[in-house]
Each structure stands twice: as C-alpha cells, then as structure tokens.
C-alpha cells in the first residue's frame, strides 16, 4: 500500500469521480486540485471552469485564486462571470465542487450565518458564486473534513440548495430536475445520496475508519450503501502526479 496523507486520499477520490469529457467547475484549493488530477490521468478532455471566466485551460501550476491568471493559461476562452453563470443556467455544467461550514443530510450547504439571522454566533461570506453552481449545475461534490459541528441536523442558514427537505424539493423550488448533490469525500469516507430518500449515504470507507466511526463525526443518522466497500487507495502513479504534477510545492495537500 502506498504511503499517503489524508488530503492526498481525498483529492484522490474526488478525482476518480470525474470522467473524460466532463465539465466541471471549481475554485482553488483541494477541487482544483482534484480536477487538475483528473486531466492529467484518466480524464484528458475534462474541462475545467473558473468562476471569473476561464475555461478549459491547460493549468501549468496550481492557481492561488478563480482570477489568477493560470486560469485562462491555454484556454479555449478567456470569457467572464456572466459567461460562466449562463454556461451553468444552460445545463452544460456536469459537476461543480462546494464546501461550507455546515453541511445537513439532504446535501444543504451554509457559508452564510451559524445561529440567528439577525444576531449570528459566527458570519460567513456568504455565496459568492456558490448558489448559482448548486442551482444548476448537474453534480454537486463537496471536499470536506468529517465532523459533527459540520455535519449538522439542520443547517442554520440554506445558502446553497442540495435536496432541501427530500424527494421532488427543489423542482417544487423552481430548479431543474435531475440536479442536486453527488458526492462528500471526507477524510474517512466517500458518500452519496439515497435515490428515494435523498438522503447521505456512506458509500465506501476509507482504510483505517469505521463506520461507526463516520456515524459518530456526523450530527444525523447516516445511511448505508448496500453495497458498502473500502475505498480503494491512491495509487502510485496517481501520487506521483498529484506530488510532482500538480502540487509540486505541496500547497494543499501539505509538507
């Protein structure tokens, strides 16, 4: 087994979930990564979009903002927010990566507010272009560490839409059917959703973890895949590219 850090083992998996030919859009940081990981592996043709406009780039370097200027670095264009918002509005995004400080069982997100509205405990910064992603893009995947002040029962503020309260939810909302979230890769395991329920599901486990072990790091009642495995490890060639490829000067999956 390959030696391997937990961050490495969740850019890893997220990767594995992006196939050839795929749109997806991402920020910086560990979604980029994994994206970047993707396209230099198993997905060549997977295009990648920035929110300030850049499209398909071929990223020489692990870009520090959706601005920075190796977003655009061999792109098929150079276009802007309105551009890539519409692209999503137009159903041509497969796959968007979001995070947040809390994360419910139907797939909610809150990057806005923890406690009340009006006299909050903690203020977040909100949306940014988060909302517009959930909303329409095809697959919502979340990176994120797994605990339960972040896996939480009911999230104190919806910011970006997942399944909202369950089954038929967000086409009642007015959002096109057939969205919503995909997957969570956590630093213990990979989950999905029920089909009927809508509810998070563990999917595989990282090795090392539990199940109970994810149940206890989650503030509501997870499901289980009937089908429930280990998730595979990251494999040489896939560290070796993630290590000297991709994030060579170890900014996100760490020294």
Known sequence: MADYN?????????????EDGATVGVGT????????LAQKTHAPNLVIMFEAGGISPLLPTMPISVGDSRTFYKAVMASGMCDI???CQRGMVDY????????DMYGNLNSTVIGEWRKPKVRFPGSGGANDFASFCWRIMVITPQ???RFVEKVSFITSPGYLDGPGAREKAGLPANTGPYKVITNMAVMGYDEETKRM????????YTFEQVQENTGFELLKAPDLSE?????????????TEVDPNRYIIGR
Do not use: W, Y
């Open 29 to 36: 940081g560990a979604p980029c990564a994994a994206s970047m």
């Open 96 to 103: 968007t990566f979001l995070g947040g400080a809390q994360i």
């Open 6 to 18: 937990t961050m490495e083992m969740m850019i890893v998996a997220a990767a594995r979930n992006l």
């Open 231 to 243: 998730t595979k490890p990251p494999t040489e060639e896939e560290l070796h590219i993630l290590r």
């Open 147 to 149: 605990d339960a002040r």
């Open 201 to 208: 599901r563990v999917e595989s486990i990282h090795h090392g």
């Open 85 to 87: 918002m519409e692209t």
